[in-house]
């Protein structure tokens, strides 16, 4: 039986990715193209808008815990960040602009741990990298209208109509979680006294997330680096979609094939694919050539995020889920904010190809520290993450079972 609650929140990533996806992927392209920012300064203030969106990961996921609530965080995270995001297609300023749109999306950094918690405390333990998957589905699957819009609007009347169709579109997904998401209560928290397995949770959240620079780096180089192989903004789109149509029909399977062979082989199949992708992006001599890339990228994608939050869902002691989750996002989310300046600084130095440089050696670095976390644990990645026995798995088959 599908559980009405994770049907729900697949959904809502389904018209929420319809804003932020396309925002992170064109507000680099709107500040160069509209409003005569640098290429190095629109890619600043990509890296501390979601520099700062992570930050507040972790007070609003114990927030969320101490209150033993989830979606009130979802509802005022969409409208805080509303008349932010809005408020962008009336500045004149690059600097104004990209200062309020930092604004935006701290506020809506206040809605990503509890998500994730709400997921883990829906879920059996060993369904939820298929209950991830079905959200990375969701998103791709939103996402894809959201380019197709935006690249139609986009070149027909401006860049400014990014920011009208996103707030019309955040509107929509105030009133869906309102209406259709169902209010679940958790146990609270009780006030933090020790963290005896943080410092396990910051080495593998870094281990994972350092790759995330290099990630970060491209998704808010592409659109730039599609321009510069000739293409235009509707070409930005296509690139955009070959990657989500990727995360739309294999979110879920690749889930599931976590829940079945476990985070770690995920996590090393899917840093191989995403290293794979960019050096499909370095040696890519047009525009067209970069949809391949982009496909490959993602598939890397939909195996390495559920085995992320899976582990960390494990790790998580009770009545801290949205905390922890926010503490791995901060590390995650912390990491890949630095891409797009870490992007800036290679393309000052070199040109465009030193950022998919970049992102390639982050990469490896990230798998190798992955394999040091591996061999730090005797049974590794599972192990670290407390994965139940055989007899715990047994009963978690049985339904209503946890």
């Known amino acids: 039986m599908v ?3 994770i049907l729900s929140l ?3 990533q389904l018209l929420a990715s319809n804003r932020i996806g396309v925002l992170a992927v064109f507000f680099p392209l709107f500040l160069v193209s509209s409003r005569g920012a640098s290429v190095e300064t629109a890619l600043v203030f990509a890296s501390v808008a979601y520099l700062g969106s992570s930050l507040v990961g972790p007070g609003a996921g114990r927030w969320s815990d101490r209150l033993g609530r989830r979606k009130p965080f979802l ?3 969409e409208l805080g960040a509303l008349p932010c995001l809005l408020a962008v297609a009336f500045l004149s300023s690059a600097v104004d602009c990209g200062l309020v749109f930092v604004a935006g999306l701290v506020i809506l950094g206040c809605g990503s ?14 369904e939820r990298g298929a209950s991830y998957g079905s959200l990375n589905a969701g998103a791709g699957a939103g996402s894809i209208a959201g380019f197709l819009a935006v690249g ?9 109509y990014l920011f009208y169709f996103a707030a019309a579109v955040m509107g929509c997904v105030v ?19 020790s963290h005896p397995r943080l410092g396990t949770l910051l080495f593998f959240s870094t281990a994972v997330s350092v790759r995330t620079v290099g990630y970060g780096a491209v998704g808010a180089f592409y659109a730039l680096w599609t321009v510069a192989l000739g293409g235009n903004a509707f070409a930005v789109s296509l690139v955009g979609v070959s990657g989500l149509a990727v995360i739309a029909l294999v979110g879920l399977p690749a889930g599931r094939l976590v829940d079945r062979r476990g985070e770690w082989t995920a996590l090393v199949l899917g840093t191989v694919v995403q290293t794979a992708a960019w050096v499909a992006y370095l040696v890519s001599p047009r525009w067209y050539f970069l949809p391949g890339a982009q496909a490959t990228g993602q598939l890397g994608f939909v195996l ?3 085995a992320m939050l899976v582990w960390v869902s494990r790790i998580a002691p009770d009545g801290r889920q949205a905390e922890y989750q926010g503490i791995y996002a901060l590390v995650n989310s912390g990491l890949y904010s630095v891409g797009p300046l870490a992007g800036a600084l290679a393309f000052a130095l070199a040109g465009g190809r030193a950022v998919f440089l970049f992102a390639i050696g982050s990469a490896l670095v990230s798998l190798g520290l992955v ?11 599972e192990a670290a993450s407390g994965r139940p026995g055989p007899a715990r798995e047994r009963l978690e088959r049985v339904p209503g079972g946890r």
């Open 113 to 126: 741990p509890s998500l994730n918690a709400y997921i883990a405390d829906v879920a059996r333990t060993r």
């Open 3 to 5: 559980n009405r609650s």
């Open 152 to 160: 139609l609007l986009v070149t027909r009347f401006g860049f400014d």
């Open 75 to 77: 509802v005022g995270a």
């Open 10 to 12: 697949a959904i809502y």
């Open 371 to 381: 394999a040091l976390f591996q061999l730090r644990y005797r049974g590794g990645i």
């Open 304 to 306: 390495l995020s559920p």
């Open 175 to 193: 009133v869906f979680v309102v209406l259709a998401v169902p209010e679940i209560t958790v146990a609270r928290s009780p006030p933090p006294t």
